[in-house]
């Protein structure tokens, strides 16, 4: 699904306490639009996506944390004002 997104770049993810099995997951986008856009189009496919992890136990819950946007290096904003 994300890497049928424009401006999908990549994501990480890392085991921050492997006693409470609870993960951290970050997905990098060129642009806020392009994540925007990605949740737009596949809504309903990610949604399900979800319900069939959470059925079969894989995930407990998935929370939305924020958004955060750095500076290129030529001092540009990711998202333009």
């Known amino acids: 699904m994300l890497s049928e997104a424009d401006g999908y ?5 890392w085991c921050e306490s492997p006693q409470k099995r609870q993960y951290r997951v970050r997905d990098f986008w ?3 639009r392009d994540f925007e856009n990605f949740r ?3 809504q309903s496919r990610y949604g399900e996506f979800e ?3 959470l059925s079969d ?18 001092g540009d904003d990711l998202v333009p004002s």
């Open 9 to 13: 770049m990549l994501t990480e993810s």
């Open 30 to 32: 060129k642009w806020h």
């Open 40 to 42: 737009a189009r596949f």
């Open 51 to 53: 319900s069939r992890m």
């Open 57 to 74: 136990g894989l995930i407990e819950k998935e929370e939305f944390l924020g958004a955060y946007y750095e500076e290129q290096a030529d």
